[in-house]
């Protein structure tokens, strides 16, 4: 029986999964592709030229938008953490603690399976470089939650700390940032998004030859603030006449995509693109601090610069209400952009509404790989829709809530503040109703025209509320007295110091502009903290 015939939740019921491929329907699909799924920080779905930009540079996603199928309405959480969470799990973060992205709710609960552990039961290879933000303890690591490499940085960014134990190291900076390799801190010489481009692409060379499918999970800090681009991206747009934080995010986008066209190349040369499920997204909705748009509603545009032409630059987002830390469209809406050459269609445009708890159930789908029993999820798999666009897709509801609560608050306080409901055609935000076929601005409250359905809308996530609340397992958590990030950085230093990081050896492609650097690079203030 082929999956296009079943559900992924039956399959999932009576163990299909484990013996049901899709090669069944598609004969000549790789029977184990490896994935590289891209995640950036904070860009949201509006600042990329494919997506009706006027004005961002961005020729490589613009290219993969063009072949790819592109799931136009694909939802995510309204922050960073809650996203990691529900995609590392398939399921909310608020069923998996995860209801902040510090004071200890930004940890993933140990019990949960992640998307690494099942696909390592069909053979993967499993890395991840960049941002983590699920635990800097170290049973929350991802060494620990699946992952055989790890590249990473603590925190919800570089060199951040907060109360807690969510704490990058200490005076980290974009500019030649050390990273966590495996457990052990190491110096690199770079930019940020340079380095983490240079290790991903250095781990798929040493494994694209096993005989293991792989799964690398690339998630760059960027273009999260501190807003700080490398100098001659951040140059272009203040001699536009951009104020220093929306040069630095917009810079930020666009030498990301100079590192997609890098990564695409080496792809095609390493002969990796047909048997490889290569996807772009992002984490939630466009920063405000970086876009220029005003307020958290991200209305009205403002003028951020103009070109030499005289033309004016207005800031853009897509005509959405919300910015991230909304639960409006704008607030929660990403890119998904699904390349598989040669296996799915290039250049298609999917309508349905889809969600990044979706992603677990679509590789693990592709993979083949065994679900537990006890792995609760809430996803489904996207594979029926990559391979036709009027294949079945039910109906069903998509919750959110903000939750960033204050710390030691009553979650049940919040209950009925910044949530929302999301179906095909519906937003439900609060009390508000939105018609998003007829009104994807959300410009006008049509609860009264729809009572029935703002009702039923309101009484789901009321259930999901209730359901979810008992699984905040983090929110009585004390705060830890030790940041580990802080502690084991000075007791490496302390014992064997930290050596300079080993760069693989990557031929670039002749296309490559390598970043140049300031004579003196922007420092923050360094305090250190006692050994």
Not at 274 to 298: A, K, W
């Amino acid at each position: 029986m082929s999956r296009f015939n079943i559900s992924l939740y039956v399959a999932f019921k009576f163990l299909l999964i484990a013996t049901t491929t899709i090669n069944a329907a598609h004969t000549s699909l790789p029977e184990k592709p490896n994935f590289i799924f891209v995640m950036t920080d904070d860009q949201g779905y509006a600042p990329i030229g494919a997506h009706g930009h006027p004005w961002i540079r961005t020729p490589n996603l613009d290219r993969m938008h063009g072949d790819s199928i592109r799931f136009d309405r694909f939802m995510v959480g309204s922050t960073c953490a809650p996203s990691r969470a529900g995609l590392m799990a398939g399921d909310y973060s608020i069923r998996n603690g995860v209801t902040h992205t510090i004071y200890e709710r930004e940890r993933l609960r140990l019990e949960a399976i992640t998307l690494p552990e099942i696909l390592k039961k069909a053979g993967y290879l499993n890395g991840y470089f960049g941002k983590w933000h699920l635990g800097d303890e170290d049973p929350y690591q991802p060494e620990n939650r699946g992952f055989d490499e790890s590249f990473i940085h603590g925190a919800g960014g570089i060199g951040q700390k907060f109360p807690g134990s969510c704490a990058d190291v200490p005076g980290n900076t974009y500019f030649d940032p050390v990273f966590r390799h495996n457990g052990k801190f190491v110096k690199t010489k770079g930019y940020c998004t340079d380095v983490l481009f240079k290790a991903t692409l250095g781990w798929i060379k040493s494994v694209k030859d096993k005989k293991q499918p792989f799964f690398a999970y690339l998630s760059p800090n960027a273009p999260h603030s501190p807003f700080i681009a490398p100098p001659e991206y951040q140059k272009y747009y203040e001699d536009l006449g951009f104020g220093s934080k929306p040069a630095g995010f917009y810079g930020m986008i666009e030498h990301i995509d100079m590192n997609i066209g890098v990564l695409m190349d080496k792809l095609e040369e390493w002969k990796l693109l047909e048997s490889t499920v290569v996807i772009f997204t992002s984490d939630n909705g466009m920063t405000r601090g970086g876009s220029g748009l005003i307020g958290f509603e991200g209305q009205p545009q403002v003028e951020l610069g103009r070109k030499q032409d005289g033309s004016v630059m207005m800031s853009y987002n897509a005509g959405m209400k919300g910015l991230k830390g909304t639960a409006h469209e704008g607030g929660v809406r990403v890119p998904f952009f699904v390349k598989w050459k040669g296996q799915i269609n290039r250049g298609e445009t999917r309508e349905q509404v889809a969600s990044y708890l979706d992603v677990l159930p679509t590789l693990a789908d592709l993979a083949g790989s065994p679900i537990p029993l006890r792995q609760k999820f809430k996803g489904r798999s996207l594979v029926p829709l990559l391979f036709d666009a009027n294949s079945e897709w039910e109906e069903r509801y998509l919750f959110e809530h903000v939750t960033r609560w204050p710390h030691k608050a009553n979650p049940d306080d919040y209950k009925w503040q910044k949530y929302s409901v999301r179906s095909h055609r519906f937003r439900l935000v609060e009390d508000a109703l939105y018609d998003m076929k007829n009104d994807p601005g959300q410009n006008k409250d049509v609860s009264t025209q729809f009572p029935e359905i703002a009702k039923r809308m309101k009484d789901a996530y009321e259930k999901f509320w209730n359901e979810a609340r008992p699984l905040m397992v983090n929110e009585d958590v004390p705060l830890a007295e030790l940041r580990p990030y802080h502690f084991n950085y000075f007791k490496q230093e302390k014992a064997e110091g930290i050596p300079l990081w080993q760069e693989p050896v990557i031929t670039m492609p002749s296309s490559y502009v390598p970043t140049t650097y300031p004579e003196k690079l922007p420092e923050k203030k360094k305090r250190r903290l006692r050994k």
